[in-house]
Nanobody, 127 residues
Framework: QLQLVESGGGLVQPGGSLRLSCAAS????????VGWFRQAPGKEREGVSC????????IYADSVKDRFTIARDNARKMVYLQMNSLKPEDPAVYYCAVAEDYSGTYVSLTPANFGSWGQGTQVTVSS
């Protein structure tokens, strides 16, 4: 059973940057696409970005495109989300989760396609 732990959240001013980390343990990390999702109070969980297990395929929500970058290090069982130019609409609890990816190209932003959710890390954007 794969376990995921997110870290790196915090308070940042508008226009600032944060790097979130998702650490995996407990199972083989290969053949899993990893997605980042976020949920703000009173809103549904939404997909932010996803990377295939090979790292060759990525996808971003339109709201974060050109500001966020996803990357993974399979040897370290880590996935990162670099968030730049943070906006007042970005605050949320950010979660990582996995989906089976035997092709090496699977990416999705649909939360229902993912499992093994971490506990989340809070991102706050405020001046």
């Amino acid at each position: 059973q794969l376990q995921l732990v997110e870290s790196g959240g915090g308070l940042v001013q508008p226009g600032g940057s944060l790097r979130l980390s998702c650490a995996a343990s407990g199972s083989d990390f290969y053949y899993y696409a990893v997605g980042w999702f976020r949920q703000a109070p009173g809103k549904e969980r939404e997909g932010v970005s996803c990377i295939s297990y090979s790292g060759g395929s990525t996808i971003y929500a339109d709201s974060v495109k050109d500001r966020f970058t996803i990357a993974r290090d399979n040897a370290r069982k880590m996935v990162y989300l670099q968030m730049n130019s943070l906006k007042p609409e970005d605050p949320a609890v950010y979660y990582c989760a996995v989906a089976e990816d035997y092709s090496g190209t699977y990416v999705s932003l649909t939360p229902a396609n993912f499992g093994s959710w971490g506990q989340g890390t809070q991102v706050t954007v405020s001046s």
